[in-house]
């Protein structure tokens, strides 16, 4: 399936490019606080809850106006929530229990490579030397904030089990995209992205319990509120939405390049919430993940 960019809004999906990701990247926020308050599958679980929750009301009529077209599209929901929602919201927050925050980042960055390869195998989705060079440029940006412009740290890193978590999340992230884009849909984006919404959370049901039962008891105070709260909107509705719009004018492959500026917006707000320094290797970093998308982007002008 073909973006839809045209020249009325040659810019505008642009600007969504590097403005969606400022929303994104607030799940390192809950990766790093909201796991120390609210256990991970339960953090997932309810989160996806919550945003069916807020949505519904919005768009019950239209989709109880399109019974019909529901069920020939159940299956598709279902899977896209179990990857988006269930796969993509509870593995990260896993993974965070038993590995590093820089271990996470440079794990998810291989995402984009995922899916341009699903998207050239399975959908027909062209691929050319611009492209390959704006992946390889943002993925040096990527490893130079992560390793914080020292290669020895790169050489010496050590993964952990919960390394395949975040490998497992990669991968569901990249099936998600792409299926998102090239399933036709009855809904509107956002009918759509409520449905998805309940199926992801109807996915996670059944390890949420499991979690209650055999490992962890959740808490449902304040902070249990705050958390969940934040998840739903911030990197849930409002992230979600406009990654779907991204997707939308620019490609699946073109829109995995969030995850790279996703990456240097993680490192402004370690500065900003948990007082981590601004040094040299964040600004080279940058400058190479915004080359690269430079790159990408007149890849498909």
Same mark, same amino acid.
């Given at each position: 399936?073909?973006?839809?960019?045209?020249?009325? $809004?040659?810019?505008?999906?642009?600007?969504? !490019?590097?403005?969606?990701?400022?929303?994104?990247?607030?799940?390192?926020?809950?990766?790093?606080?909201?796991?120390? =308050?609210?256990?991970?599958?339960?953090?997932? /679980? %309810?989160?996806?809850?919550?945003?069916?929750?807020?949505?519904?009301?919005?768009?019950?009529?239209?989709?109880?106006?399109?019974?019909?077209? !529901? #069920?020939?599209?159940?299956?598709?929901?279902?899977?896209?929530?179990?990857?988006?929602? *269930?796969?993509?919201?509870?593995?990260?927050?896993?993974?965070?229990?038993?590995?590093? @925050?820089? &271990? @996470?980042?440079?794990?998810?960055?291989?995402?984009?490579?995922?899916?341009?390869?699903?998207?050239? @195998? +399975?959908?027909?989705?062209?691929?050319?030397?611009?492209?390959?060079?704006?992946?390889?440029?943002?993925?040096?940006?990527?490893?130079?904030?992560?390793?914080?412009? #020292?290669?020895?740290? !790169?050489? $010496?890193? #050590?993964?952990?089990?919960?390394?395949?978590?975040?490998?497992?999340?990669?991968?569901?992230?990249?099936?998600?995209?792409?299926?998102?884009? &090239?399933?036709?849909? &009855?809904?509107?984006?956002?009918?759509? +992205?409520?449905?998805?919404?309940?199926?992801?959370?109807?996915?996670?049901?059944?390890? =949420?319990?499991?979690?209650?039962?055999?490992?962890? &008891?959740?808490?449902?105070?304040?902070?249990?509120?705050? %958390?969940?709260?934040?998840?739903?909107?911030?990197?849930?509705?409002?992230?979600?939405?406009?990654?779907?719009?991204?997707?939308?004018?620019? *490609?699946?492959?073109?829109?995995?390049?969030?995850? =790279?500026?996703?990456?240097?917006?993680?490192?402004?707000?370690?500065?900003?919430?948990?007082?981590?320094?601004? @040094?040299?290797?964040?600004?080279?970093?940058?400058?190479?993940?915004? /080359?690269?998308?430079?790159?990408?982007?007149?890849?498909?002008?």
């Amino acid at each position: 399936m073909k973006p839809s960019l045209t020249k009325n $809004n040659s810019y505008f999906p642009y600007l969504l !490019l590097f403005v969606q990701p400022v929303f994104m990247a607030t799940n390192i926020i809950v990766a790093r606080g909201g796991v120390e =308050y609210v256990p991970p599958v339960s953090l997932a /679980f %309810w989160r996806w809850l919550t945003v069916f929750l807020i949505l519904c009301p919005f768009f019950i009529n239209e989709i109880l106006s399109k019974k019909k077209r !529901l #069920k020939k599209e159940f299956w598709k929901l279902f899977f896209l929530g179990s990857m988006g929602c *269930g796969v993509c919201g509870a593995f990260p927050f896993i993974a965070g229990m038993s590995t590093t @925050m820089a &271990n @996470m980042g440079i794990i998810y960055t291989s995402s984009p490579i995922f899916i341009i390869i699903l998207s050239v @195998m +399975f959908f027909q989705d062209k691929i050319n030397l611009s492209r390959i060079a704006g992946l390889i440029i943002c993925l040096i940006g990527v490893f130079t904030i992560i390793s914080k412009g #020292k290669i020895e740290l !790169l050489l $010496n890193f #050590k993964f952990t089990s919960g390394d395949l978590w975040m490998v497992g999340a990669a991968i569901g992230w990249a099936v998600y995209s792409i299926y998102l884009l &090239n399933w036709k849909s &009855n809904f509107s984006l956002m009918g759509r +992205f409520t449905l998805i919404a309940f199926f992801g959370s109807i996915s996670l049901f059944p390890f =949420y319990l499991l979690e209650e039962i055999y490992f962890f &008891n959740t808490k449902f105070n304040s902070d249990f509120i705050f %958390w969940v709260s934040f998840a739903a909107i911030l990197p849930g509705i409002i992230a979600f939405t406009l990654y779907t719009k991204v997707q939308k004018y620019v *490609g699946a492959s073109l829109a995995g390049f969030t995850l =790279y500026i996703f990456s240097v917006y993680s490192a402004i707000y370690g500065i900003i919430l948990f007082d981590e320094a601004l @040094m040299d290797f964040h600004y080279f970093g940058a400058a190479f993940v915004f /080359f690269g998308i430079y790159l990408a982007r007149k890849a498909v002008k």
